[in-house]
């Protein structure tokens, strides 16, 4: 019987995580679909219910949801520290839900840098993404800096972290860059339709700072323009991390290899599309 998967959120219909999911089933020749279902906070309870009632296989969970999402499903114990989930399996019976967002972003970071401990990172923003991504980085030994324009949410992540700190958007945040490795935007400014926002220019950065932006929409930010402006070398945009915890969401579900340089073309072609 074909096997059902989707994304709960709302707003939803943007998601490239059909495109994306159902290029890996095509590829791996899988009877198996992935549907985008626009579902509010209201409904989340009765919606991860239902769809365990219909036997549908996993959920990815979107905006704004993953929060709200750990009260009905067993979760792992670093999407409980994180406090958000992404992922839902329904294969054991029982919701287990599960955070990708940080594997994604750990794995680019290694496949740019290597290995990550020691590196002084310095992270823009502390909603969900910064959360996830600023847990594994700090587990791996990373020296963190969580950079908030509401510095308490900042404090209050980094009061999580093992070797962690907090600043907020001010002088003192210029400072940092110049003692940063690796500067990761973690907030959704510079995001469709805000094109041309950015939180630091060029003039903020050096030439050997990694810059890494989590928005993927568009693909290349204005951040990205001003960090190639500025003579970074190391330049990341946020597709791989889309493609990365897609791709991890995917092994939890079928328990197979996903395709990921077919998932990246796919969602590459889109957004030149768009
Ligand atoms: P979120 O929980 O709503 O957090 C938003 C963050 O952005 C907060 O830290 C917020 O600061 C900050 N922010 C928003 N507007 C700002 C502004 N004008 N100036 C300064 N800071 C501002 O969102 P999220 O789930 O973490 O997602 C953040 C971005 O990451 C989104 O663009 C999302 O699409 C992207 N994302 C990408 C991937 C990927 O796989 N590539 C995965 C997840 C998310 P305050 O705390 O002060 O409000």
Redesign the pocket.
Known sequence: MKKIYGIIGDPVAHSLSPVMHNAAFEKLGMDAVYLAFRVSKDELEDAVRGAKSLGISGLNVT?PL?EKALFFVDAEEVAKKIGAINTIDFSSGTPIGYNT?GI?AKKVLEETVGEIKRKRVLIL??????RAISFYLDAEGARVTIA???KE?AAQLASNLHNAKSIG?SAEFKKHIKDSDILIN????G?HPDED?T?VNADMMHPDLVVFD???NPMETKLLREAKRAGVKKIVD?VK??VY?GAASFRIWTKEEPPVEVMEKVVRDALIRD
């Open positions: 905006i993953k967002d994604g923003g502390a909603g969900g993404a910064a908030n324009r509401t949410r958007l973690a907030t959704s400014v995001m926002a939180l989590i928005v993927y946020g991390m889309l915890q």
